[in-house]
């Protein structure tokens, strides 16, 4: 009977854990957070970005046909040079689809509408950097105008960069926020929708960075070297700690203050320092500080090596703490998903041992290799499943207005289909 | 189709006028605020140059050492941001072309660098003067003690200006000559003789 339930036990949604609470008793009170039924009222709702009804809609389309302008001219000037456009989207393809796809993936309970996903990516890569190009530009100069001119030159970049850009950025977090607030259900979408602004934002960017090499190389009769050299540098060098990692940080930010109203003013400073901290990491690693770990003794370039070090250095301390707010965020959605299922009365459409095996990427696949283990191939391909629809499961229960409605009931049907599936399958020896 | 949220309007507008200060509002106080600039230069000998928007007088350079040609002057040393140019009259009543200057300015520009690689030369015509240009990427050592080495861009221009042979030379650390470049040809455009 337990074949195709390769967690073993089968225990009740609320049946205690090990450290004597129950699943529906794991309240994001104990993060601090305010109660999940208000997330949970919002989860299963998929909003559009078309929405004509928001104004911010209407922003959104305005300042993209703006951005839209710059970023074809861009584009257009930058094709004159054809291998090292064509090298440059592919390379920065190869590192943004599989961010991408963690990027998603670590919203483990709540996906994300793909379309909203896509709006926040075009307004990283269309509008903030259109937009950013001009500003940072105007900002520099007056930088140049009213500081010394050795310390505009220093400082100029660490100080404009970030602030144009991360508001830039941060402001598409907003409008999306105001397009689809339903949404925005707690930290974790913050830290989705900033992170995918973000990497609409660093691919367009590490484009123009590597055309701009190739240009200003001597020569530049070798259109694949200089981009290949700026990859590392940025890519290789310092992919982790760009402007996914910034407008993460300000996303998550944003994000608790605008879903947790209620929280204690401390809470909410905290969340103020989040934003600070991505600000802060963009002017660090902007910043002309630990440049003595790029020299070389001979003067030539920095080995990739000394790039990572370099990258590491100024950017790991943000990406820790980053890490450390998607397990806390983590931990709230997985405290209203076992809200939501908490009711369910049938074991065989989730059971205790398969909540704790939803709560990371690293528990599911560590209960998706259990079952290949124990079933074969196809037997981790239907836990696979399973999980999906179990977190289907948690979307279309906060949707409808009673558990025994249809659309839930339908749900149950899919998981005790892909159950009955996996117990059939026979255990290997 | 829902109606249309006036309660986010203002919300809305708020985020707006945020997006237009750093935008709109950096175009215009960058277009309201003076940019310093070191003017109309005299680089030797008569010729003068003028500086673009933003671009100030560090010191007039020396001749010294950089050209062993009869009737060098001392010239102009300009900065915007990290980038500098040395503007210099390097030779009077000069009877050869843009590209032989560029030839002497190379082989003494090899012996003052650790390592100095070229692009392609391109002669070219620049305000009715005969003008040699070329990108260098060069590693240089800083001035002072502990000096380090380092990359930098470059770009020479030599050009005939009036029977003066005219060196421009312009540097920038790696990565950087680019956001210049605009500046250094509206600059080198307006090199000419006032007497």
């Known amino acids: 009977m337990n074949a195709g339930r390769p967690d073993g036990d089968r225990g009740l949604p609320n049946e205690p854990l090990a450290d004597g609470s129950t699943a529906a008793a794991a309240q994001p009170a104990a993060l601090g957070l305010p109660s999940a039924s208000q997330e949970a009222l919002h989860w299963g709702r998929q909003a559009s970005p078309i929405a004509p009804g928001e104004p911010a809609f209407w922003l959104y389309l305005v300042l993209l046909a703006i951005g839209a302008y710059f970023f074809v001219d861009q584009q257009s000037l ?59 530009s105007a900002w520099l100069d007056i930088v140049g105008k009213l500081a010394p001119p050795d310390f505009a030159a220093q400082w100029g970049k660490a100080i404009v960069g970030p602030g144009v850009e991360e508001t830039l950025k941060l402001a598409g977090v907003a409008v999306l926020y105001l397009i689809a607030s339903e949404e925005f259900d707690g930290p974790m979408d913050g830290f989705v929708y900033g992170a995918m602004v973000g990497l609409g934002f660093t691919v367009v960017e590490d484009v123009s960075y590597f055309i701009n090499a190739v240009a200003a190389a001597p020569g530049a009769v070798d259109q694949a070297g200089p981009v290949i050299d700026t990859f590392i540098i940025r890519v290789v060098g310092g992919g982790l700690y760009g402007h996914v990692l910034f ?82 965020a983590t931990r709230s959605e997985e405290s209203v998903f076992r809200e939501i299922v908490a009711g369910e009365t049938d074991t065989d459409v989730i059971t205790e041992p398969e909540i704790r095996s939803l709560r990371s990427l690293v528990a599911r696949r560590s209960a998706r290799n259990r079952a290949r283990r124990l079933l074969g191939p196809a037997g981790g391909k239907l836990v696979g499943r399973l999980q999906a629809a179990q977190v289907e499961y948690a979307m279309v229960r906060s949707r409808s207005d009673s558990p025994a409605s249809p659309q839930v009931e339908h749900q149950r049907q899919r998981i005790r289909e892909i159950r009955s599936r996996l117990e059939a399958l026979p255990r290997r020896p | 189709m ?25 175009l215009a106080l960058d277009g309201f605020l003076p940019a310093p600039s070191a003017g109309t230069q005299e680089i030797g000998a008569g010729v003068t140059m003028t500086a673009a928007s933003g671009w100030v007088l560090v010191s007039k350079a020396s001749a010294e050492g950089t050209s062993s040609d009869r009737g060098s002057s001392p010239g102009v040393e300009l900065q915007k941001g990290d980038a500098t140019l040395a503007a210099q009259v390097v030779g009077r009543d000069y009877g ?51 000096a380090q080495l380092g990359t930098v861009d470059g770009e020479l221009v030599c050009m005939v200006v009036s029977g003066n042979a005219v060196v421009v030379e312009v540097a920038a650390p790696q990565g950087d000559l680019q956001f210049v470049t605009d500046d250094v040809s509206a600059m080198v455009a307006t090199v000419r003789a006032s007497r």
């Open chain 1, 78 to 136: 930058m094709s004159a040079l054809p291998d090292a456009y064509l090298l440059s989207w592919f390379l920065v393809l190869v590192y943004a689809v599989p961010v991408a796809l963690v990027v998603y993936r670590l919203d483990l309970f709540e996906r994300e509408p793909k379309l909203l996903l896509a709006a926040a990516v075009i307004w990283g890569a269309v509008i903030a950097t259109s937009l950013a190009s001009q500003a940072n």
């Open chain 1, 247 to 328: 407008t993460g940080l300000t996303g998550t930010g944003f994000a608790y203050l605008v879903t947790r109203r209620g929280a204690s003013r401390l809470r909410r400073a905290g969340a103020l320092g989040c934003v600070a901290a991505g600000v802060a990491a963009h002017v660090v690693w902007n910043a002309p500080l630990m440049e003595s770990l790029l020299r070389t003794a001979d003067g030539t370039n920095p080995t990739t090596f000394q790039w990572i070090e370099y990258g590491t250095v100024k950017g790991a301390p943000f990406l820790l703490l980053l890490a450390v707010l998607v397990v806390f």
């Open chain 2, 2 to 26: 829902r109606m249309f949220d006036r309660a986010r309007l203002r919300p809305t507008l708020a985020v707006a006028a945020v997006i237009a200060g750093v935008v709109a509002g950096g």
């Open chain 2, 96 to 146: 050869g072309d843009s590209q032989a200057i560029m030839s002497q300015v190379r082989s003494q520009l090899d012996t003052q660098v650790a390592q100095i690689s070229y692009g392609d030369e391109h002669r070219t015509t620049i305000s009715g003067n005969d003008a040699t240009y070329v990108l260098f990427e060069a590693i240089v050592s800083g001035s002072g003690d502990g």
